[in-house]
């Protein structure tokens, strides 16, 4: 049994998707072997990137031959949302019957990409179904569950990966946020879009900007993408994103832009939404 740390703290930022980031890379170098996730002094873990790490584990389980199991009696009290939001059940393959007596969680689940209806079930009833965009207007969660559906359509299209779709969200009462995000485990924006733009755009950082433009790699697309049209609803409606793929870590937070550059970077494309609806 190897054990796997967790670091003290994982928040929705940069520092927090290395830190996770930072066990794909390290447990690479194992083969066949079963891993021990070890929470004991973590004292913060933002839930919503349980999606990112189950997308993790997931890739080390297929390619690598590794088993992950965790002790949940082990851990610390305020972590037992991960208990809440079926993250334990998604990583041990177990089914017990869970409620989350706080509601403040987003279940972690994962989606083949061929999965639309399952797909659209969660995003309808259990991100934007979620008490905490209780105040959300109907057309407005119509918009994002129809952007939503366009980014999962993408990567069953374009992403050229066999493997699920990973989201995970959290309601935080205490300040009125809704975090949600989604992984998959595809190639990534730049390779297709560097094809379509015949090498006119050749890096990571310039590809998300391409794509939050409203560009398609789709000639029929029109209106711009469903990753554009959700950026714009954070840009109106005082909401942050950030857009992970290749080396480039994008966020627009409290209206400021900023990116940064991954050294060692991971597959696919990670996309966290951070609303703010006071309840």
């Known amino acids: ?144 569950q129809n952007n939503y559906l366009e980014i999962f359509s993408n990567v069953d299209l374009h992403a050229n990966t066999d493997y699920p779709v990973f989201v995970c969200g959290q309601y935080f009462p205490k300040n009125g946020t809704v975090k949600f995000s989604m992984t998959d485990l595809g190639e990534g924006f730049l390779p297709r879009i560097q094809d379509f733009t015949n090498g006119k755009i050749n890096n990571s950082h310039h590809a998300i900007l391409w794509a939050l433009r409203g560009n398609s790699t789709k000639p029929d697309a029109k209106g711009g993408s469903g990753l554009s049209n959700t950026f714009k609803y954070c840009v109106n409606n005082q909401g942050d994103m950030h857009v992970i793929t290749g080396d480039c870590y994008w966020k627009y937070e409290n209206g400021e832009v900023q990116a940064k550059r991954i050294k060692t970077p991971f597959c696919g494309v990670t996309i966290h939404l951070i609303f703010q609806h006071e309840v």
């Open 1 to 144: 049994m190897i054990a796997c740390k967790i670091n003290e703290r994982i928040l929705t930022d940069f520092p927090g998707y290395r830190s996770l980031l930072n066990i794909y890379h390290e447990y690479s170098q194992f083969q066949d072997a079963c891993v021990r996730l070890d929470f004991e002094d973590v004292r913060f873990f933002e839930a919503n990137l349980c999606g990112l790490l189950l997308g993790i584990l997931h890739k080390l389980k297929v390619e690598n031959g590794l088993e992950f199991d965790i002790d949940e009696t082990q851990l610390p009290e305020e972590l037992n949302v991960l208990i809440r939001n079926h993250f334990v059940n998604q990583l041990t393959g177990s089914n017990h019957r869970i409620k989350d007596v706080r509601k403040s969680t987003i279940p972690a689940r994962s989606f083949a990409t061929d999965d639309v209806s399952g797909f659209v079930d969660y995003i309808e009833h259990a991100f934007l179904g979620q008490r905490g965009l209780k105040d959300m207007p109907k057309h407005a969660k119509a918009r994002i």
